[in-house]
């Protein structure tokens, strides 16, 4: 698991630059419909994946390598099936907001693809290590990725999107033949055909995860929420200056994910069978007074930062304001309270309450989105997020006597 840690941070960390350098490096027009098009692939490939990785994983833990392997032959086949539906959305999305053309539209479907397949390969080594080394593919496209965008920064390209995603579409078509090669290296060594198809199986997958589903779709809802509606409200402008703010907090929620969250999944879900919740919640609210404390330690950092005369003509230079950024930390830091009481909840497979009260935080931030965003703003979809996150946390504390029962 250590290993897997590593590989990941480190993907994530040259992921997180090559957004970075895009959102900060090339003028608003461009960084929103840069960051727009990424909420549009990731809200993609949640249909795409059907959160199938959850039962999956439960699946495999423990299983032989043949058995797994042929598990994961019906998944691919599975999320290919879900990628043929998807294709046509996905692509009139693209063309209305973001390219009329027909080739970039091509490209950014098979970005589509590889930005999923390499969720996937992360989701499945934390059980399963076999395809862990896969990694390293994604590390060294991303770093690809960086030189790439500098090489168009300092060159000054008329249509700088245009060349980021060509180059992005080559370097995910480089990672797609490797990844398949490796694949069928591992179906050639069990023994399994993959156009050999069982539909049944395939479809069976539905079943197996459709509350997962339900509630991984409203939990991506309610999380880019702000991101989506910005997109279709404001002008390319205005989502460039919002996406440079919540990038940096997307980067410390995946940072989150990683260091902590996926972390403890696997010791609170072996410990439900012997241990008591008050235990396993123990685990947990030691764990958020670290994140907290970090979160704290961190703000006071930007603040001192931002009254710095070198750092505040940075923070002016990029348009980026304070009093948003703490806003953004402090919805962050109050969201993962709650997180962590929903990995008890999915440990003793009440995730019916998971989904429940994210719908109802759902439902509340969207009605306070378009209630306070002609008054506010864009500060105004971060006062609907804290309210609606305030709400959630409440919820999943209020509904910890079921775990008890």
Known sequence: ???????????????????????????????????????????????????????????????????????????????????????????????????????????????????????????????????????????????????????????????????????WFSLCLLQLILSIYFFILEQNRHSIHFFKFNFKKIFNQYLYSKIHFLIGLVAILWVQLDRIIVGLWFSSEYMGIYYRHVTLIGILIQLFNITSYNRLVPIIYGSVKTKSYNFINSILLKEYKFALSFLIFLSICIVVIYQTTLFESFFVNYLIQLDLLLLLILVFSIKILADYQAIIFNAYKMERYIFRNQLISLVIALFFMFLLIPFYQIKGIIYASLISTIIYVVLMFYYKHKIQL
């Open 1 to 167: 698991m250590g290993k897997l840690i590593k590989f990941k941070l480190f993907e994530t960390i040259t992921k997180s630059l090559f957004y970075l350098i895009v959102i900060y490096g090339f003028s608003l027009e461009t960084s929103g419909k840069f960051g727009f098009l990424t909420v549009i692939i990731g809200l993609s490939s949640v249909f795409i994946g059907f959160e199938r990785y959850i039962s999956l994983q439960r699946e495999i833990v423990k299983e032989s390598n043949e058995n797994t392997q042929e598990k994961l032959s019906d998944l691919i086949k599975f999320y290919l099936f879900n990628f043929i539906i998807i294709i046509p959305f996905f692509s009139i999305f693209i063309y209305l907001k973001i390219f009329d053309s027909a080739g970039l539209i091509a490209f950014t479907i098979l970005i589509l693809i590889i930005e999923h397949i390499s969720n996937q390969i992360y989701n499945i080594s934390v059980v399963y290590e076999k395809y862990i080394h896969l990694m390293v593919f994604i590390i060294i496209r991303n770093i690809l990725l960086i030189f790439s965008v500098i090489f168009i920064i300092f060159n000054d390209f008329e249509n700088p999107l245009n060349s980021i995603i060509f180059c």
